[in-house]
């Protein structure tokens, strides 16, 4: 069965940081691009990061530029994402996603992991 | 950049045919056929419904269809069952250099 599965949010306090992780199975990990997108509570969907599937090249929304850093190891079929100088405004359910070959579109998703960011 | 502009609600009676819009720019929904439309059911993940504006993945139902005309993308639900009541998000691929943008998203209410 292929599956993601989000592990490593938490409460947070303003300034800290918190390193996610989406555990993979199902699927030839190394193949795909994958991604974060989070949504805030009662809030819409938004695209954070990106990580390609053959040169790990990776692209970050511009609200999280600099703070926050993709990667994957594909000995572990682990993708992680490592969220730094977190702010209130960051605090969302945050899912992986799997992208559709040779199409923009996520055709796997996890079932999110929430990271909540309070003093 | 902006986030895709949908319709805040949508709603239409059992058997009925509803369509939600999609309005962005030639950076992204006009200038590449890369726009998909997800479902979610609260407490839920997304679930992918249509990708490539208009391809369904298997499994997903015929009664989802997607279309594309200038920068407006559209997505039309036949035949409305109750199990579509749920939240819809458009999304695209977008050359301004942020890779994806979303739609704002739609509820739809089944009467």
């Known amino acids: 069965e292929v599956q993601l599965l989000e592990s490593g949010g938490g409460l947070v306090q303003p300034g800290g940081s918190l390193r996610l992780s989406c555990a993979a199975s199902?699927?030839?990990?190394?193949?795909?691009?994958m991604s974060w997108v989070r949504q805030a509570p009662g809030k819409g969907l938004e695209w954070v990061s990106t990580?390609?599937?053959?040169?790990?090249?990776?692209y970050h929304a511009d609200s999280v530029k600099g703070r926050f850093t993709i990667s994957r190891d594909k000995s572990k079929n682990t993708l992680y994402l490592e969220v730094n100088s977190l702010r209130a405004e960051d605090a969302a359910v945050y899912y992986c996603?799997?992208?559709?070959?040779?199409?923009?579109?996520?055709?796997?998703w996890g079932q999110g992991t929430m990271v909540t960011v309070s003093s | 950049q902006s986030a895709l502009t949908q319709p805040a609600s949508v709603s239409g009676s059992p058997g009925q045919s509803i369509t939600i819009s999609c309005t962005g720019t030639s950076s992204d929904v006009g200038g590449y056929n890369y726009v998909s439309w997800y479902q979610q059911h609260p407490g839920k993940a997304p679930k992918l419904l249509i990708y490539g504006v208009s391809d369904r993945p298997s499994g997903v139902s015929n009664r989802f269809s997607g279309s594309k005309s200038g920068n407006t993308a559209s997505l039309t639900i036949s035949g409305l069952q109750a199990e579509d009541e749920a939240d819809y998000y458009c999304s695209s691929y977008t050359s301004s250099g942020t890779l994806y943008v979303f739609g704002t998203g739609t509820k739809v209410t089944v009467l």
């Open positions: 996603a799997k992208k559709v070959g040779g199409v923009y579109a996520f055709d796997i």
């Open positions: 199902g699927f030839n990990f190394n193949n795909y691009a």
């Open positions: 990580i390609s599937g053959s040169d790990n090249k990776t």
